[in-house]
């Protein structure tokens, strides 16, 4: 099957549009996986699907040319199993990576063509993402009435290890490397229990120099 250039571009510019919309989500919501993975995802599993179009051409009929785009909804699993997270009993991520596989939908249904499927498909899960933050919010805020407290640092004054064995109340602590516009820090993610902690947990961090404390309700 023949598809010229200009029709190429557009898909891959789709793909890699509405995956990036679906990053810049759960960039907001301050996860690992943003923009850049959801785009890279979205724009791979266009890329794979085309390929696959691409390559049965010239070859004999009942060549399957979706066969490649139906390995990318498996091979995808990969990175979504990297996303998720376990820590004492919960399990994160869950929606991240399915974000992450659903990004890789889009990329096959606009690799194949179906642009008004992927937007439409794309602005029903942003829909639905929104949705769920309010509801599940709401609904943790009546149940545990928790905090999460996200902080920049240098990661030296800060021991978040430390901090974990010797504040009480703080449930779970996720640290990772940020690239900040101020120069290379630490960003480290802290759920803590209840109003109590709180307080011992912003003296500690504060102590240590933070570059920046934001706090939420979990």
């Known amino acids: 099957m023949d598809i010229d250039g200009v029709e190429v571009l557009l898909r891959i510019l789709v793909a890699i549009g509405l995956g990036a919309l679906i990053g810049a989500e759960r960039e907001w919501r301050r996860h690992a996986a943003g923009v850049g993975t959801h785009a890279l995802v979205a724009l791979g599993a266009a890329v794979f699907t085309l390929a696959g179009q691409v390559g049965v051409d010239g070859l004999e009929d009942g060549s399957d040319p979706f066969r490649v785009a139906a390995q990318v909804a498996s091979g995808i699993g990969f990175i979504g199993a990297g996303a998720i997270i376990q ?51 709401g609904a943790r805020d009546r149940a545990t009435g928790g905090y999460v407290v996200h902080v920049r640092h240098d990661g030296v ?56 404390v934001h706090v939420e309700r979990d």
Do not use: C, N, Y
């Open 87 to 137: 820590s004492r009993g919960s399990v994160k991520g869950l929606t991240t990576a399915a974000t992450l596989w659903f990004s890789a939908a889009i990329g096959v249904a606009a690799g194949v063509g179906g642009l008004l499927l992927a937007t439409m498909a794309a602005a029903v899960a942003l829909v639905t993402l929104t949705t769920r933050e309010v509801i599940g919010i």
């Open 157 to 212: 004054d800060l021991d978040v290890a430390t901090m974990l064995v010797e504040v009480p109340g703080i449930v779970d602590i996720d640290t990772h490397p940020d690239a900040g516009p101020s120069g290379p820090a630490w960003r480290t993610t802290m759920r803590v229990r209840d109003q109590e902690s709180l307080e011992p947990v912003l003296a500690r961090v504060r102590a240590a120099g933070a570059l920046d």
